[in-house]
């Protein structure tokens, strides 16, 4: 279904700052939550909020 | 793969450049009734849109209608707020601020891919510049190739031997006259040969290829700046203000060339009625025809910036 949690892993290749911390990936103080629509693309949720949506 | 859905490039021998054809772009969607934007959250009991869930801050997808995808290049669409009727002159600074810390986050994602040579991060704001959906959103395009823009700005770097940008930032501090709003990371101006009416660029003030070489600081000052310029636009003529915004960077072939981070704003209006139109000489010759002075231009702005506080 919609919203499920994608499969790929945090990267960072250039700044170190990307890497997930605990089961949250983050970018600065942003939360990141991954997913995959029904149609096989990706979709990415940005929150300053640890909690939304993972 | 249908022949419809396929995406091709030609490169164009007379004019030295690349075109993409992605016809399946024909049938994106188009200005649809406001309960049914596709950029909306999805309510409950209501139509799935393209973010399945009840509220979100910021969503970044894959374009359901892209010019590329992999295996060379990508297309996202990245929506800043689930408020239909908001826009990024509208959004609270701290949610602007995110938007800096996301763009960062695709271009890093991206410029690690090794198809894609220039990571584009851009938003078309307004039907006046071809925009379908009313919802706050930009785009990003991961190109396979670097585009002639970037080239025009390397090959700019290489004429004044070092970075164009700060040169042009450096000869912008001194004059003055077309500098309409500063903060202690950025410079907002109307550049000395501005080809739109209203153009302005906000300029990194330290040398920066990319957002990834941003303080946060800097990420911070870079949104309110953006949302300096955007909310004087607002107030230039009192009514919605149409926009190309461009963040030029530092492309992400393997050779890691140079860049200065900067964003270039094309609004397409010269007067609150008048549009600028690519006519004759712009599309035929290649030169614009300016009917304003940048400088008088930039009094305008700085006024009106001024005013939005």
Known sequence: MAGTPGERPGQDERTGEEKPSGDVERTGPIAIARHVKDDGRALILYSRDAQTHT | MSERSKIGRRFS????????????????????????????????????????????????????????????????????????????ATLAPERAEALMWVWRHRYAELAARPDIDYVFIFENRGVEVGVTLHHPHGQIYGYPFVPPVAQLELAADRRLGGCAPCALLERELADGERVVHQNDGVVVYVPY?????????????????????????????????????????????????????????????????????????????????????????????????????????????????????
């Open chain 2, 13 to 88: 021998e007379l004019r030295g450049e690349e075109v993409v054809y992605a016809i399946h772009r024909q049938e994106r969607t188009f200005l649809p009734a406001r309960d049914h934007c596709p950029l909306d959250a999805t309510r409950p009991g209501g139509p799935q849109t393209e973010i399945p869930f009840p509220s979100f801050e910021i969503a970044v997808f894959d374009n359901l209608f892209p010019s590329f995808r992999a295996p060379e290049g990508a297309a996202e669409v990245v929506v800043y707020t689930d408020d239909h009727d908001a826009s990024f």
């Open chain 2, 193 to 309: 040969a501005a080809r739109w009416a209203y153009e302005a660029h906000v300029v990194m003030r330290e040398h920066r290829p990319s957002l990834l070489d941003c303080t946060p600081d800097e990420l911070r000052l870079l949104a309110a700046g953006l949302q300096a310029l955007v909310r004087g636009y607002e107030l230039l003529f009192e009514r919605s203000f149409p926009y190309v915004m461009a963040v030029h960077q530092a492309p992400t072939t393997a050779a890691r060339p140079d860049g200065h981070l900067h964003v270039e704003f094309y609004p397409p209006l010269r007067t609150a009625d008048k549009l600028k139109y690519l006519a004759g000489s712009e599309q035929g010759a290649g030169t614009f025809i300016s009917d304003t002075l940048p400088e008088e231009s930039a009094a305008a702005l700085r006024e009106a910036i001024d005013r939005a506080g």
